[in-house]
């Protein structure tokens, strides 16, 4: 008998993928995947990927997911906090959604609106210190996809003291299925597809949490959506500090010396988002402007991997004292 | 110390995602992976998303190759003979190519030119007696991509005399990974992204290895270049045989309800191959046809899944005696 | 002061194809596009593409549209024939929808249920005499998208006696603007890209009109939908008559010579979709399966051009004494 | 008669796209197309979309395009001199290329190697006085489409003084046909459907020519592939001059109140690539971002259209005292 663990709000993209891992890793047995209006479906239906898995959605109520040792809660925003206060002490918790992220309240009220619930454990291992943290926490808050992509390119250079965090622009381009799984005009197929547009400029809600994680004081953060399932490419520049830069790329190469799923690439390679679909793996290659001076750092993910279902079962496994990889791969399904 | 195994052929496409299956895959240890221009590359400079896999290719040679308990061959038609005379006989050998598919030496030289270089055990387990066939074999010539997509629709239904074999027709689209990795400039993403193209229409060389599987005896098949990088998905109809046909669905669910990796997907669902990307899963439904009466089933598979690297896989795990599903994946990697 | 044309329900993707080969039309002034929910937005904010056009939709009633010489329809199935009537007969109307296509009554019924509204006269204009009969009609149906595909490369084969009508095999894959625009989660683009998916397999709805136009009297119709904005490729097949069956590439090339969108490719190039894109132009080619002996015919449109708004206006040039080619294009716009 | 134009160079994308244009155009009569390994090729045999287009590509000397009015070179980098010498001095070029863009001799050498072979009219006619200028030269150079893109983004900022010019970063992903024809093994759709990758990272060639045109005098640069064939999106940002930065939007609006093929969207709507395909449009709209204060604009062209083909006919008309739009579309193909 494994480990018993559940997901809540389990009928969209992040909770497809997480069944999916979770069908997949040794240690975790799947007791419950709740969903709301397609609860009382076989999750096959739903998730045709998923044809095998003998299971039908239940309903999101804490008296499904109360038997399990671990709920992955991947909820519209403003639903974990009830949620999570319904269930069992006892019971460790990974939310993917957003509303414990935040430990400035007041930032969370300026992008999301309401009142803020509180902010959990951060799920980002590869922060320093972090990976400790999560592993004796019961309430963990995993790292938003955007986040993800531009925390891991600039926190250490920033930490290291090479770039300044006070102009840091980041583009990041996403594919679609971050833009998650309700049906709205502007995600159709036929608008998308041969389609780059962005979205949000000048104002999107992640940038308080990069800002919090990455520890950058003034972002320019512009999200486009880009014609593609899945995958994020973040290109983060900052200017440089002091007259002899250290080379950014080395910065990184030692920061993430011990991470099994941070690679800095090799010189001359550049990562790009096909190379990490379906891990949950982070590339990243770095370089000095000629030009400009800036500091620039790539970095590519699978936005539903490293951005979310594969970053939350990292977590879980740390949670519950496993080896960090444990049911997650370090390789890409490519091409 | 797990099964010692090799590829020879290994920075093409197939070869690729057979290095991904075997470095998770629990059993086998990878000793070697070849290539012609590319020895001597790190080999996630050529598969980037196979970063972390800390290997070199060397070069496709006898000598690389021996020490290896199975060998995958994933060459260039006409290089499979040589190379297996020139390993020891007790190296089992996987063939990737065509080769060695068929039984009619006259049909191979029709279509590929050439002498013929003698068939191998024909790898497509779910075949009746063939997982017993493979299991005690040393030389097995794995399945072609649209042979298993075709064959898994259309066998059970000729063998159960409810479809005539002499008028099957197959229309069945593909993916561009399925084209190879040499660079031609209509497989170019600018001319493949939002077209729809037909290739070898009238005469395509998997027609012979299609009959000889399905038991088809006549065939039109038309195969489609599809603008995705995987998967394929083939309709295959063939006129009912007698007054009262057997419903096609019943039949097909009962000629696989063992069969780990084929799926007859429930009443009124229909296959499509995005649910199978990176998996070894073929799904299938069935129907008659309204206004003709002819049998309609569709097929979708992973070319490089079911379609090629999953399948040598499946037959090396028969090979090997290990259980046929080791280190492979039902699920696939959805959306 | 050109004629005076109006498109009724212009928020869909065929109404907005038709606005902008309006826009470019140099005989046609557009005097109203009317919508249902969308009437009162700017055209242009529904339509990017159209950014200049300085109109606004108007609501989809009879007082709107009277003054025009010219309506086109691009209405949702059933409403054609109230609006028609309630507008004045002086009026010539062109319905891109299927409520007027078919004769036979019995047909519609069984397919599309409610009563049938009556034939208009059928808008295909390179069947035998058709494009006489549109020259004089005042009510024209357009043909459907996928009987445009398929008509033009069967109807020859079938009149000329060369081709059986009793067992035609029919795949054909559309791109997704084929499938409209409201939104639907299997039309998401995290969906769609990346996959094919079969759809009304076994009986589709257009199976009476490809009848009707084509003269098959035995048909197999799967429709696929394909990861691509727009584009029809259609690979029909029949089986040949008498032991000498012509060569069916000189039967279309024949029935084609004075056609000036159907364009039959010479020996050895095959249609493909996207040399189509944005034109009025059909591509053919055809060949003898050399295994079945059925002749195969792969045909690509743009469903949006030659089969939607390019065919309707190729129609209404027709039933204003244009030329015929004004204002359509001949070309695609590729890559 | 029309006027004779001819293309050098034309069996390439923005080669093609030249062909597709000037065949549509009221004015142009189109003499000669030269290709280098296609010569003696029918043109629909490589461009098939311009099937219908009844030419041979001839050789590319200067024989064969002596005879023309306007000549337009789509040749690769270091070819236009040579040609342009052997070429009568009545002869108008316009070079698609960029051998003759940049007035500083010293960037060229740094970028591209080699001697430089001289400046030609800059060809972007929305900047100041450039129109005047385009109109009485013999000789223009039109501007790279990544040039384009940023240009009309940036130039109108910094001119008027809002923006900092020593700080801007621009971050542009593109279609795969910017990348050319040649068969590239990175190219293939494989790798580029569901893909993101950047390319010449800190140090790209068309560096010096945008600030040359935009006034910019610090640049980060970093161009992004993109899956999909056509389109350019530019995210500019440069940091804002004085404290109460004017509205970034008016700016714009107000400068390209007269050119027909800029245009500034309304308040709200964001451009995105598709919206401007086949088109010569390219779109625009600012923003003050609310956590950095820098300015961010974001544009949108077809590369092939404004920012090659469309943007050399635009060029070609001026020149020869047409009307700037003649045979040019403002409305793009989609979805």
Redesign the interface.
Known sequence: MGIRVAVAGASG?AG?ELL?LI??HPELDLVAATAHSQAGQ?VA?V???????DLVFGRTEPAVLADADLVFLALPHGESAALAAALPDGVRLVDLGADHRLTDAAAWTRYYGGSHAGAWTYGLPELPGQRAAIATATRVAATGCYAVATTLALAPLLAAGVAAPD???V?A?S???G?G?????H?????????????K???HQH?PEI?QASGAT?????P?L??????I?A?V?A?PVGDNPAEPREVLAQAYADAPFV?V??AG???????????N?C?L?A????????L?V?S?IDNLGKGAAGQAVQCANLMLGLPETTGL???????
């Open positions: 993209y497809g999916r069908a997949g076989p239906a998730h045709p990927q998923l044809t095998g898995l102009d840091v622009v583009v381009a594919g679609t299925s833009a799984r309700s049906a709205k005009p995600l159709l197929g036929s608008e998308v597809m041969g389609d780059l547009s962005p979205y400029v000048g104002a940038v800002k003034g972002l320019s953060f512009t486009v880009a014609p593609m399932p899945r995958g490419l290109t520049t200017p690679h690439l090799p390679r550049w990562p790009h988002t096909a190379a990490t679909l379906g891990s793996s590339h290659q370089t000095v402007d000629v030009d400009s001076g800036r620039i790539v590519a791969s370090v390789h890409g399904v490519a091409p």
